[in-house]
């Protein structure tokens, strides 16, 4: 099954897996589909290692990276990466300090070891630049995606000036059309289902109105979808592909620690949360005491993006390191779409991949008998 | 297309309205689906004046009733209709009372004609006995619907005596299972993005779920379906059908007051909220200074379900009776899906049928084409 945009990329099946692991991009890209290497974090000496290893394992298939490139933050441009660090670390309350490490230590969460291991930059343009250089260097990364609204008329002249792709996520109609107007090649629109950012709007709603206000650009469809059955429902909505999350957290490939995995395989699809405790925007993720305790009336309201994210940088560092420790995942960071209630075997990204275009295949097949 | 379900019912198409409307479920019916008249707030009397009419012009085909069947409410069993009016008016707060009086002539609302035309039962047993009853005299009327979780037994009972099939509303996984046990027909299965009450989980990653887990009971999707990508969607997911509320409510034959059209009509798919400020339970309507109020820190908490809902009866039949007033819009009810975003336009019943229908057969040949 092969739609206009697979034929485009050369692929087999529409199906982009995003993952912070690189030996899920692999294995993805292998069977067919699509891995998409989420590099928000990232150092671009990091990136540079990921990036070799994946080439030196793909064979001759294709991958993305996807990053988070800011339009605009107040005196981003001006400021070399050192006088940034010292701006928001001035931004940040102490109260909030405060409550951010109560929270850690009330949970038993170990100090990380380095005390002089400093924070990323990982929403600076500075680093989605280098980011997005770095990658541009690899031939078989087709795609650059930014998960961080429009990205900025100068990466997008360097991206088509290099012969790739560019898309971007949107949760909102308005985002979608903002990227149309910017020339990118592709939208990944997520509904309000999706882990991590997400608006409010449904994928069910949001998915055929920004196809048809984007089109002729492809729309990956984000958010729902963990199996075949979803995957036939964004493909009939017009759907140039499935962009795929969670599905893959609890593959036996992911490097991820037993403990998280326990935390996605049992969790329901109730058990997940639209907060801004992390990152200071509304993302979506699996509730824990760390997003109940910013939710009281008694306590700090998260700061706005991207102030949040570097308060919490220090816990989602120590949960991640330290998941094994017992308690830990009780203010850990599980970013998560609702689909998490379906995610309960763990199996290999090429039986995943199989189990979706056979489910797939099933579906269509029910469906065509009704109208026979 | 035709499911096993329908062919049961012996209807040509798989769709399913949920109108307060009598000519709604009149066209729908004869235009090859079933119209179900939401029967939540009428008399027996009137409900017995709305199925004469029904019944006088549908010709041959069925349709079905809605209605709220209480599993239990404290003193429901042992009071009189009198006694329990006065038990509910009593546990209604004064603060609350003057919170939404003054709210109401903030807005020019005027006053009820008749301060002796008291509250409806419309939430209590007694009230959906005579409804029921009422329903199954009706040859016509083939299916009994509950909104309000699952009937208790002795009303499952009465319906199959009577030859009927009954089935009930679920947002929730174990609310759907509980349908099961107590020996329904079939359920409704409501994503969060759908109009009135709904629970959390969205209609992409819920449907499926209840689908196997109620299995072999049809399951009709509703929640997010507005045209015929959408039903293909749920269709491809292995719903029996789908049921569809907000899409009706700007068909020319719906007795909608313009202004209320109007607001329907201009709202995008982010313009609705889920708040429990009219029935006490969350559901999902048109934002406006009404749902904001009730939101306020300095401002009342809305009341549990039923008290809530008793408390703002007078605002819902002023603000509908009125809806033609300027500023009524701000503290109308507008119960509604996310689909509003698509709703642009008054058609007929039988139009939008024909284009769910037509919408339906394009996207499943396009999605046919990608597997060729």
């Known amino acids: 099954m092969q739609t206009d945009f697979c034929k485009q990329l050369g692929v087999d099946a529409p199906i982009f897996a995003f993952t912070h692991c690189r030996d899920v991009v692999v294995e993805v890209s292998k069977a067919g589909g699509i891995g998409v290497l989420g590099a928000v974090g990232f150092s671009a000496e990091q990136l540079k290692e990921e990036l070799d290893w994946i080439d030196a394992h793909i064979g001759d298939h294709i991958y993305g990276v996807d990053t988070a490139i800011p339009q605009k933050y107040e005196g981003m441009d001006k400021s070399t990466p050192e006088e940034l660090v010292a701006m928001i670390q001035a931004a940040i309350p102490e109260q909030h300090r405060d409550f951010a490490a109560k929270l850690l230590n009330d949970a038993g969460v170990p100090e990380w070891p380095d005390a002089n291991d400093g924070i990323s930059l990982s929403f600076s343009a500075v680093q989605a630049q280098a980011l997005v250089d770095e990658a541009l260097t690899r031939p078989k990364c087709k795609m650059i995606v930014n998960a961080l609204g429009t990205p900025p008329p100068e990466i997008v002249k360097q991206v088509h000036d290099a012969g790739r792709l560019i ?163 009780k203010v850990a960071f599980n970013p998560v779409g609702q689909v998490v209630g379906q995610m309960n075997t763990e199996e290999s990204c090429r039986d995943i991949m199989y189990s979706l275009l056979n489910e797939y295949a099933e579906a269509l097949e029910n469906v065509q008998g009704l109208s026979s």
Chains 1, 2 share one sequence.
């Open 167 to 329: 898309g971007a996520l949107a949760g909102r109609l308005k985002h979608g059309i903002a990227h149309k107007e910017a020339g990118l090649d592709f939208v990944v629109c997520q509904g309000s289902e999706g882990g991590g950012h997400a608006g409010e709007v449904t994928s069910m709603v949001l998915w055929p109105q920004m196809i048809d206000a984007v089109a002729p650009l492809p729309v990956l469809a984000a958010g729902g979808i963990g199996n075949g059955r979803q995957m036939l429902a964004a493909m009939s909505m017009g759907a140039a592909g499935v962009w795929m999350g969670s599905r893959w957290l609890i593959s036996t490939e992911a490097q991820s620690e037993p403990a998280q995995r326990e935390s996605y395989k049992s969790a329901s699809s109730e058990d997940t949360v639209r907060s801004r405790s992390f990152t200071g925007k509304t993302a979506r993720m699996l509730k824990n005491e760390w997003t109940e305790a910013w939710e009281q009336e008694d306590t700090p309201d998260p700061l706005p993006m991207p102030l949040q994210g570097y308060l919490t940088f220090d816990a989602v560092r120590r949960t991640h390191r330290y998941a094994g420790v017992e308690d830990c995942q």
